[in-house]
């Protein structure tokens, strides 16, 4: 997949925090807000903060980038989505926490 830019989009994992639920997250697709890259052991690493969760950066090469068709295969049309989810809530209310519950 190529370099993120500005304004792509793409998936990213739900996440749930057990012991404080405002950071908790739920997953689907987003729109890139900002991209920045650096040199790391002489690669190119770029990390991407989302529209959906400001202020939150995720590490796109090596991390989000080879996920995107699996998350896709799980989430949909599923936006993601801080806003309107906490805990348990999260569980209930996505594919992925209704895969979750089943596994169980």
Known sequence: MAKPNVGDKIYVEGTIYLTHE????????????TVESHIEKGNEV???EIE????TWYTWTG???????EWKKIYGE????RSRICGRSLMMNTRVGEKLARSL
């Open 63 to 69: 991390y989000l980038e080879p996920r995107q068709d």
């Open 78 to 81: 599923q936006k993601g989505d």
């Open 52 to 55: 959906e969760d400001p202020g």
């Open 22 to 33: 405002v950071d908790d997250f739920q997953g689907g697709a987003c729109t890139i807000k």
């Open 46 to 48: 770029s990390s991407v």
